[in-house]
Each structure stands twice: as structure tokens, then as C-alpha cells.
């Protein structure tokens, strides 16, 4: 986990999710998510803090579509590979951009990634970012078109979660299916995969199929002893479906087993106090 508010050294992969209440579950968001944390950025190889220090590692998640990112996996690599004499200036300008996406600051990163991507085009972390980026303000084509390249590029799966809910948004259900499909076939890990079982089931509800949505999430609803946050994002996903149902006792049941694990998530204490 990187918690350190200044320059980050990193890429962030992360998903912006939007808490919602009330029941309602907008195309465009992760359903019923919320935003506080978003996906905690991930390390890269070969990256240094403000101090010099060397970043931790990239952890290995099973993942069968590894990330290329020019040697070593570096994302300084890749910039001063395709950058040339200027590529120092342009990892510059693209750690620049992460700071500003770190903060919130979504406008301001587009401002500088978007010079970035026009002059480096085959850089997967400047293709990842931007699209980042733009999920984050709404501009769910623009954020699909980037990270489409980010996916071409990277052979990665990590964003297909965001990915299918700017499809999603965008009511391009083939899309968001051929996606998950490929994201169940790469298997990266139980957190992005979960990440995009909720878009799935949310996509399914959007088309009026519930109960397959229901069924989705249900199928991965499992009894663990230390429940990590996806599985509190995957119950209360679940919940949400399970009340617009109908089904308020499971509903309910859900709502409080989030609670009980923290009850502090989203707005769920709301989401409970209001089921009769």
C-alpha cells in the first residue's frame, strides 16, 4: 500500500469508484463503489521516491498477460526509451500528471498527459493514465480509445475493469461482455476480477437481466475469515442489486455484514437505516 501524499514515483492503476445511494446505479461508474481509496497504485520496478530510495518491486499476481513495459518493466525505461534526449523531460511531465491524478486533480493531468500522448503514442503508461484520467471526469469514448491502446500496447489485463464500464456507459454491451471474457481467461487476480464482476452484473442489470446479475455476483460471494476490500465492495454491490430486486432481508443481511466490517464504507450505514 502507498500511502505518501507527495510526488508519487508510480503509475496509478486505479479505477475511480463512485459511491451511490438511494439504490440507483449510474452507467459509467463502478457499481455501488466508492471512491474513497480507488485501486491502491502499484508499484513499478526501478522507480525512486523523493528521497532516491528504490520503489518496491512490482508484486506477482499469477497474471498469464504480463505487463511489457520496455526493459525491465520500468516506466522510466519506456519514457527515455521512446523519448530519446528529451525522455528524462517527458518521465518529468508524466510524474507530474500522477501527482495531479493522486490529488484529485483530474483536469490538470489531462492537461499535461494529453502533449505527452500526441508526442509518445506507443507508450503504454501515458495511454494508461490519460485513460484514467478521463474515466475519472466522465469522458467514458475518450477514456475508452486510451485505454484500448493501453491494452494493445500492454498486453494487460489490469484495466479491463475500468475499461468495460466506459463501455458500459457508452450501452456497448458486446464490449463489456468480450472484456469480461477475457478478463476471467487471464485470471489476473481475485481483486481485478472481482472489480470487473461488478461492472458485469451491473451491465446485466442495466439490461433488465437481474437476476443473471444477482447470479454473477452470488457465485462469488464466498465466507472468508479476514475479508480483504474487494470483498466488502463485492457485498455491497451484491446489496444494492439484491434491494432494487426486491429481496430487502438479503439486502439487509449484506448491507450489515459490510457494516459490520466497516462501518465506515460508502455510505452503507445510510443504505441499511433505510430498508423497512
Given at each position: ?77 519506456e519514457i527515455v526509451r521512446l523519448g ?30 494529453r502533449p505527452l500522448r500526441d508526442t ?157
Amino acid at each position: 500500500m502507498c500511502n505518501e501524499r507527495p510526488r508519487r514515483t508510480d503509475i496509478e492503476c486505479a479505477g475511480a469508484f463512485v459511491a451511490l445511494g438511494g439504490g440507483k446505479v449510474r452507467a459509467g461508474t463502478l457499481a455501488a463503489m466508492p471512491r474513497a481509496q480507488d485501486r491502491e497504485p502499484r508499484r513499478r520496478r526501478g522507480g525512486r521516491d523523493r528521497r532516491g530510495r528504490r520503489g518496491a518491486p512490482q508484486s506477482k499476481d499469477g497474471s498469464r498477460q504480463r505487463r511489457r513495459r520496455g526493459r525491465g518493466g520500468d516506466v522510466r525505461d519506456e519514457i527515455v526509451r521512446l523519448g530519446g534526449s528529451k525522455g528524462p523531460r517527458y518521465y518529468e511531465q508524466l510524474m507530474k500528471a500522477a501527482d495531479a491524478y493522486s490529488r484529485d486533480h483530474e483536469r490538470e493531468a489531462l492537461r499535461l498527459l494529453r502533449p505527452l500522448r500526441d508526442t509518445l503514442p506507443d507508450s503504454a503508461s501515458v495511454r494508461e493514465l490519460l485513460g484514467l484520467a478521463q474515466y475519472r471526469v466522465g469522458h467514458y469514448q475518450a477514456a475508452a480509445k486510451e485505454l484500448e491502446a493501453f491494452v494493445e500496447l500492454s498486453r494487460s489485463v489490469e484495466q479491463h475493469p475500468v475499461l468495460m464500464d466506459c463501455y458500459r456507459a457508452q450501452r456497448r454491451w458486446r464490449k463489456v461482455d468480450e472484456c469480461w471474457r477475457e478478463l476471467t481467461a487471464a485470471s489476473p487476480g481475485a481483486e481485478v476480477v472481482t472489480e470487473g464482476r461488478i461492472v458485469a452484473a451491473g451491465a446485466l442489470a442495466d439490461r433488465g437481466r437481474m437476476d443473471e446479475a444477482i447470479a454473477l455476483l452470488t457465485r462469488a460471494d464466498r465466507k472468508v475469515s479476514k475479508p480483504k476490500p474487494y470483498h466488502l465492495r463485492l457485498w455491497y454491490a451484491l446489496a444494492d442489486l439484491e434491494e432494487r430486486a426486491g429481496n430487502v432481508p438479503r439486502a439487509r443481511a449484506l448491507f450489515d455484514r459490510v457494516r459490520r466490517e466497516d462501518a465506515g464504507f460508502a455510505d452503507v450505514a445510510e443504505r441499511l437505516a433505510g430498508l423497512r
